[in-house]
C-alpha cells in the first residue's frame, strides 16, 4: 500500500495548475471600479426667445463632467484555443453623477436667462449600461500559475433613469422655461424640462493577468481603457408641448476602468 501512496501523491503534485485550455469556459465575479478621464464642449443652446423667433448660442465657460463609480461585474470566457479566448462581460449598471460648470445666459435675454451649473452639483444622474464583447490572448502554457493577457473588444453603452436634481431642475424650469414661454406668449405654467443622454459604440484595450489557485479557481485583475462619447441633452417644452429650448454638450467620458474578479473554471 505505501508503495502506491507514493506514487499517487507525485502524480496530484504533478497535475496542472489551471484549466484554461481549450474548450474551457471560465466564469467571473468581482469588482469593477469606473475612473473617467472626461472633458466636454461648452453648453450649445437653441432657444425660442421672443414670438417664435429662434436664438442660437454657446455659453463659454460651460463643461460637463461625469463621476466615478463602483459596481459588481460579471463575465464569462470561452476559450477557442489555449491562448485565445472569447469573453462577455456585463454586470450591475453603475450610477453616476454629472457635474456643471459655468453660467448658461442668453445673449439676447441675459438679464432674465441666466442659469448657474455649479450651484446645484451633482445636476443629473444616470444609471450606464455597457455590455462588451472581447478577444483576448493569454500568453505562457495553458498550465502556468501566473498569465498575462491583451485583449481588444467593443461595448454598446446607453443610459436609463437620466434625472436632474431638483434644484436644478427648478432652476431650469423657472428661469428658462417660464420665462420663454411669456416671451412667445405662452402659458408659464406646466413649462417642464427633459433630459436624455445618446448611446454610442465603444472600443475597448485591455490588459491583465490571472493567477490560478488550482485547476479550477483562480484571480483576475486588469485594466481597460474605453473610448466611450456622449451628448448630453436638455429640452424644456410649454405645456402644449412647444419646445422652447435644446441644448446639447458633447461629453468625451473615456473611463479608465479597473477589475478584481474571482475565477472558476466550468
Excluded at 455597457?130 to 446607453?158: D, I, M
Excluded at 428658462?176 to 443622454?197: Q, Y
Amino acid at each position: 500500500m505505501r508503495s502506491l501512496l507514493l506514487p499517487l501523491a507525485l502524480c496530484s503534485i504533478a497535475l496542472p495548475a489551471a484549466a484554461q485550455t481549450a474548450g474551457s469556459v471560465v466564469l467571473q465575479a468581482g469588482w469593477l471600479h469606473v475612473q473617467t478621464l472626461d472633458s466636454s464642449t461648452p453648453l450649445h443652446t437653441n432657444a425660442l426667445l421672443v414670438l417664435g423667433r429662434e436664438s442660437s448660442f454657446d455659453s463659454p465657460g460651460t463643461s460637463a463632467s461625469i463621476g466615478n463609480a463602483d459596481t459588481l461585474v460579471l463575465a464569462s470566457s470561452y476559450f477557442v484555443t489555449d491562448h485565445l479566448a472569447i469573453k462577455f462581460e456585463g454586470g450591475i449598471p453603475p450610477t453616476f453623477d454629472l457635474y456643471g460648470k459655468g453660467v448658461v445666459r442668453s445673449p439676447l435675454l441675459g438679464q432674465l436667462i441666466n442659469v448657474d451649473l455649479g450651484a446645484h452639483n451633482p445636476i443629473a444622474s444616470s444609471r450606464q449600461w455597457s455590455p462588451a464583447l472581447l478577444f483576448q490572448y493569454y500568453f505562457r502554457h495553458p498550465e502556468a500559475t501566473w498569465r498575462p493577457y491583451l485583449g481588444l473588444g467593443v461595448t454598446y453603452t446607453w443610459f436609463t433613469n437620466v434625472e436632474l436634481s431638483k434644484g436644478f431642475y427648478d432652476d431650469l424650469n423657472n428661469e428658462f422655461g417660464k420665462t420663454l414661454a411669456v416671451t412667445n406668449l405662452k402659458s408659464p405654467n406646466g413649462t417642464h424640462v427633459d433630459a436624455r443622454s445618446s448611446p454610442d459604440w465603444a472600443p475597448i484595450v485591455n490588459a491583465g493577468l490571472s493567477y490560478a489557485f488550482n485547476r479550477n479557481w483562480g484571480l483576475s485583475a486588469s485594466v481597460s481603457y474605453v473610448d466611450l462619447k456622449t451628448t448630453s441633452t436638455i429640452n424644456i417644452f410649454a405645456a402644449d408641448g412647444t419646445r422652447l429650448s435644446h441644448s446639447t454638450t458633447d461629453i468625451d467620458i473615456d473611463p479608465l476602468v479597473t477589475a478584481v474578479v474571482l475565477s472558476y473554471v466550468w
